[in-house]
């Protein structure tokens, strides 16, 4: 903005409200999402993750929109009566019933190659939706090994802007087309471009080259305007009466370090590799050995023996391990009569929790001598709600820069994203992160004839921005919703005047009219994985 490029970001600045915007912990877009479209924390809403496990099998599980506890704003808004429309929102597959239009969001099955990924309802509006967006895709095309599928950066660079301009193509026709009272449309190619281009951005990144910083060192800077661009477009399409918010689910940083949690935990002694892993044989790779053969994800999950993927699924001798994680520094220890070969005994849990803590905060990179874990937190100590038992045991957070993996592949606790750990002249992921305390405020900007004009908003959270929006319609906001109504509000304004109601607590959201399918589960599993979603 400051730059001038961009301008309609800046014009609701100026005629509205801004500022920053609290995260989650883990501030990643699952649970963040799910806590925007709640008003609740995830102890609440029971999104922790892409993934849940299963502790008596250590399987992991794709979240689905079937997994969310609470009231989302859309369904609480249908059941007032009030036409909602969404695209793209995370955790809307399947899709199921609501009083408007839901176009699903990642994560999903991706779509044949060349036809749209539009899973949507009403089902019948889905030909309609793809004759207006025949190119629509949920993400760009592209895999955590880039080099292995695609040539080279520009190409990725095009997929996303592709994405991005088949996403404003239909949002823009819904708007104009298509009845609604709130419309939400989430871009999530922002942050595709900043994991995988940040180290041309940044001139002192470890991964950064002299070719890279001239040919790409301002893609992120020219995507931002892109994305101002858009967002142009579809004000543009509204009139003055409409009120105008923009969020993002966290911030972005540079990422210089993946640290195999698991790997870690087995270097202070909690964790004990399976034989499978020591030779290189797990899940991922078998499935990723698959897929450079032309195999589906479903077809090897035929053909292979449900009890010899099972032996090779995490990597882990459980039979002989304390702890394990599961992602983004998701930690459980392995606890007797819950957790399949579990090894604690349960009057142990808190001494083994401390145990492990300690061992994590006095753990330091060999090459800098310094702590690599920032603070490892418990789940009272953050959430709260009726499905706090679903949440990881521990959750350690990371000094700034070192992103938090189940397993690095090249067997190392730490592997640096600079050439003695990659070949830097291809394209890389995770160059750029937000695993970390530092990426934990993300942005809101607010606009509108009730908004307050050119003023700050300080201590604005992402549990927030539920509320606030059901009570500018004038609802009463169900008690067991945790965010609070923001003070955003023109003083004279019937918003700000109104007084706050509040409704009886509410717990059910619509269910999809259909479950996904096993090989859609597989589909998505395997596409999470190549987005670097599971380690």
């Given at each position: 903005?400051?730059?001038?490029?961009m301008?309609?970001?800046?014009?609701?600045?100026?005629?509205?409200?801004?500022?920053?915007?609290?995260?989650?912990?883990?501030?990643?877009?699952?649970?963040?999402?799910?806590?925007?479209?709640?008003g609740?924390?995830?102890?609440?809403?029971?999104?922790?993750s892409?993934?849940?496990?299963?502790?008596s099998?250590?399987?992991?599980?794709?979240?689905?929109?079937?997994?969310?506890?609470?009231?989302?704003?859309?369904?609480?808004?249908?059941?007032?009566?009030?036409?909602?429309?969404l695209?793209?929102?995370?955790?809307t597959?399947?899709?199921?019933?609501?009083?408007?239009?839901?176009?699903?969001?990642?994560?999903?099955?991706?779509?044949?190659?060349?036809?749209?990924?539009?899973?949507?309802?009403?089902?019948?509006?889905?030909?309609?939706?793809?004759?207006?967006?025949?190119?629509?895709?949920?993400?760009?095309?592209?895999?955590?090994?880039?080099?292995?599928?695609?040539?080279?950066e520009?190409?990725?660079?095009?997929?996303?802007?592709?994405?991005?301009?088949e996403?404003?193509?239909?949002?823009?026709?819904?708007?104009?087309?298509?009845?609604?009272?709130?419309?939400?449309?989430?871009?999530?190619?922002?942050?595709?471009?900043?994991?995988?281009?940040w180290?041309?951005?940044?001139?002192?990144?470890p991964?950064?080259?002299?070719?890279?910083?001239?040919e790409?060192?301002?893609?992120?800077?020219?995507?931002?305007?892109?994305?101002?661009?858009?967002?142009g477009?579809?004000?543009?399409?509204?009139?003055?009466s409409?009120?105008?918010?923009v969020?993002?689910?966290?911030?972005?940083?540079?990422?210089?370090?993946?640290?195999?949690?698991?790997?870690?935990l087995a270097?202070?002694?909690?964790?004990?590799?399976?034989?499978?892993?020591?030779?290189?044989?797990?899940?991922?790779?078998?499935?990723?050995?698959a897929a450079?053969?032309?195999?589906?994800?479903?077809?090897?999950k035929?053909?292979?023996?449900?009890?010899?993927?099972?032996?090779?699924?995490?990597g882990?001798?459980?039979?002989?391990?304390?702890?394990?994680?599961?992602?983004?520094?998701?930690?459980?220890?392995?606890?007797?009569?819950?957790?399949?070969?579990?090894?604690?005994?349960?009057?142990?849990?808190?001494?083994?929790?401390?145990?492990?803590?300690?061992?994590?905060?006095?753990?330091?990179?060999?090459?800098?001598?310094?702590?690599?874990?920032?603070?490892?937190?418990?789940?009272?100590?953050?959430?709260?709600?009726?499905?706090?038992?679903?949440?990881?045991?521990?959750?350690?957070?990371?000094?700034?820069?070192?992103?938090?993996?189940?397993?690095?592949?090249?067997?190392?606790?730490?592997?640096?994203?600079?050439?003695?750990?990659?070949?830097?002249t291809?394209?890389?992921?995770e160059?750029?992160?937000h695993?970390?305390?530092?990426?934990?405020?993300?942005?809101?900007?607010?606009?509108?004839?009730?908004?307050?004009?050119?003023?700050?908003?300080?201590?604005?959270?992402?549990?927030?921005?539920?509320?606030?929006?059901?009570?500018?319609?004038?609802?009463?906001?169900?008690?067991?919703?945790?965010?609070?109504?923001?003070?955003?509000?023109r003083?004279?304004?019937?918003?700000?005047?109104?007084?706050?109601?509040?409704?009886?607590?509410?717990?059910?959201?619509?269910?999809?009219?259909?479950t996904?399918?096993?090989?859609?589960?597989?589909?998505?599993?395997?596409?999470?994985?190549?987005?670097?979603?599971?380690?």
């Open positions: 903005m400051n730059e001038g490029r301008p309609h970001l800046e014009e609701i600045a100026k005629t509205g409200v801004s500022g920053p915007l609290r995260s989650t912990l883990p501030p990643q877009s699952l649970p963040a999402w799910p806590s925007f479209a709640t609740m924390n995830p102890g609440k809403h029971g999104v922790y892409f993934f849940t496990i299963e502790p099998t250590h399987v992991a599980r794709p979240f689905s929109s079937e997994d969310i506890r609470g009231l989302t704003i859309w369904d609480y808004l249908s059941s007032k009566g009030s036409q909602c429309i695209v793209n929102m995370p955790l597959y399947p899709p199921y019933p609501i009083s408007g239009i839901m176009v699903s969001g990642f994560p999903a099955p991706p779509g044949p190659i060349k036809s749209a990924e539009i899973t949507c309802f009403p089902e019948s509006l889905g030909d309609e939706l793809k004759s207006v967006a025949p190119g629509y895709k949920i993400e760009p095309p592209i895999t955590r090994d880039y080099q292995t599928v695609i040539g080279d520009s190409t990725i660079l095009k997929m996303i802007y592709d994405t991005m301009k996403r404003t193509r239909l949002a823009l026709y819904l708007i104009k087309e298509k009845p609604w009272d709130v419309f939400c449309v989430i871009f999530t190619c922002s942050d595709r471009v900043e994991h995988i281009f180290r041309h951005f940044e001139p002192k990144h991964a950064s080259t002299a070719k890279g910083l001239h790409y060192s301002s893609v992120i800077p020219e995507f931002f305007h892109a994305l101002d661009d858009a967002l477009l579809i004000r543009a399409k509204i009139d003055n409409t009120t105008t918010i969020v993002s689910d966290h911030g972005h940083s540079a990422q210089v370090a993946q640290v195999g949690v698991n790997q870690l270097d202070v002694g909690m964790l004990k590799y399976h034989g499978a892993y020591r030779v290189g044989l797990t899940r991922d790779r078998l499935t990723r050995l450079s053969l032309g195999l589906s994800v479903f077809l090897v035929r053909l292979v023996p449900k009890r010899f993927l099972d032996k090779i699924s995490s882990v001798e459980y039979s002989q391990s304390t702890a394990y994680c599961y992602r983004f520094g998701a930690i459980n220890l392995n606890i007797k009569g819950r957790d399949g070969d579990g090894v604690v005994e349960k009057e142990k849990f808190d001494l083994m929790r401390d145990k492990i803590a300690a061992l994590l905060l006095g753990y330091t990179d060999s090459q800098t001598g310094e702590r690599i874990v920032e603070k490892v937190l418990k789940p009272e100590e953050i959430y709260w709600g009726e499905r706090l038992s679903a949440a990881p045991d521990l959750l350690a957070i990371f000094r700034d820069g070192y992103g938090p993996e189940s397993w690095n592949p090249n067997g190392k606790t730490i592997q640096r994203i600079d050439s003695s750990e990659f070949d830097v291809k394209p890389i992921i160059c750029g992160g695993h970390w305390f530092s990426t934990m405020n993300g942005i809101l900007f607010a606009c509108g004839p009730s908004i307050s004009r050119g003023e700050p908003v300080n201590g604005a959270e992402i549990i927030d921005i539920a509320p606030t929006i059901i009570h500018l319609l004038s609802l009463p906001i169900p008690k067991n919703i945790d965010g609070k109504v923001l003070p955003i509000f003083h004279d304004s019937e918003a700000a005047l109104r007084p706050i109601q509040y409704a009886s607590d509410l717990q059910i959201h619509g269910q999809p009219a259909s996904w399918t096993e090989q859609e589960e597989a589909e998505v599993t395997k596409r999470l994985a190549d987005l670097g979603y599971l380690g």
